[in-house]
T-cell receptor, first 115, second 112 residues
Framework: EAGVTQFPSHSVIEKGQTVTLRCDPI?????LYWYRRVMGKEIKFLLHFVKESKQDESGMPNNRFLAERTGGTYSTLKVQPAELEDSGVYFC?????????????FGQGTRLTVV | KQEVTQIPAALSVPEGENLVLNCSFT??????LQWFRQDPGKGLTSLLLIQSSQREQTSGRLNASLDKSSGRSTLYIAASQPGDSATYLCAVYTGANSKLTFGKGITLSVRP
C-alpha cells in the first residue's frame, strides 16, 4: 500500500512568485492535514480536510495560502505571492479517523525555500 | 493553549544503553498521543499511538507510556542501536476532531 506522497520534494522560488504543493493521501483516508515546520520551531498545524470539506483552517497563516481538495482525493496548497518567511518544510498527513482515533501517516515533506 | 515540551533537545548515548525520552504537555485533557521518528531529510514515521484510555503501548524494543493526570509521556528504547539515531517527536490530540500539537523533538545519537 502506498504511503502519503508529496510533490515536489524541494522547491526554490523567488519572493513574489507562486508555488503549488501537492499531497496524495493514503487511499481511503478521508482526513487530510497540512502542517509546516519553519527553522528552529516545532511542526505546526495549518488545516484539516474531511473529504473535500475544510474541517479546520485555523492554522493558515494568512490569505496568501490557499488549500484545495477537489473530489476528496489529492490536495494542493498554493502560496501566492510567496514571502521569505514562508520558507520551511510543509508536511501532509492522512488518517482514516480524525483526532487520533487511528494513526496519522505523514509524507516526506516539501522543503520550500523562498529567496 | 496546549504546549508540548521535549527535554533535552539532544541526547548522545553509547550503543546498548536503555534510554527514556520524555514528553510533557500542559493540558492534561488530551485525546490521544502519538510518537514519531524523523530521519534527516525524511518524513515522519509513526512509532506508537496511545489512545486516551490506554496507559502504554509496545512495539518491538519501544515502549511508550502515558500519564494524562501528570501531563507526561515517556518513550523507552531498549538496547539502543546506531540505527536508532534520529529525531523523536511527541505529539498530542486535544479533541476528537483536533489536530496534532507537536514538541520540538529530541535528536538522539547512538554511538557505536
Amino acid at each position: 500500500e502506498a504511503g502519503v506522497t508529496q510533490f515536489p520534494s524541494h522547491s526554490v522560488i523567488e519572493k513574489g512568485q507562486t508555488v503549488t504543493l501537492r499531497c496524495d493521501p493514503i487511499s481511503g483516508h478521508d482526513n487530510l492535514y497540512w502542517y509546516r515546520r519553519v527553522m528552529g520551531k516545532e511542526i505546526k498545524f495549518l488545516l484539516h480536510f474531511v473529504k473535500e470539506s475544510k474541517q479546520d483552517e485555523s492554522g493558515m497563516p494568512n490569505n496568501r495560502f490557499l488549500a484545495e481538495r477537489t473530489g476528496g482525493t489529492y490536495s494542493t496548497l498554493k502560496v501566492q505571492p510567496a514571502e521569505l518567511e514562508d520558507s520551511g518544510v510543509y508536511f501532509c498527513a492522512s488518517s482514516q479517523v480524525a483526532g487520533g482515533g487511528t494513526e496519522a501517516f505523514f509524507g516526506q515533506g516539501t522543503r520550500l525555500t523562498v529567496v | 493553549k496546549q504546549e508540548v515540551t521535549q527535554i533535552p533537545a539532544a541526547l548522545s548515548v553509547p550503543e546498548g544503553e536503555n534510554l527514556v525520552l520524555n514528553c510533557s504537555f500542559t493540558d492534561s485533557a488530551i485525546y490521544n498521543l502519538q510518537w514519531f521518528r524523523q530521519d534527516p531529510g525524511k518524513g515522519l514515521t509513526s512509532l506508537l499511538l496511545i489512545q486516551s484510555s490506554q496507559r502504554e503501548q509496545t512495539s518491538g524494543r519501544l515502549n511508550a507510556s502515558l500519564d494524562k493526570s501528570s501531563g507526561r509521556s515517556t518513550l523507552y528504547i531498549a538496547a539502543s542501536q546506531p540505527g536508532d539515531s534520529a529525531t523523536y517527536l511527541c505529539a498530542v490530540y486535544t479533541g476528537a476532531n483536533s489536530k496534532l500539537t507537536f514538541g520540538k523533538g529530541i535528536t538522539l545519537s547512538v554511538r557505536p
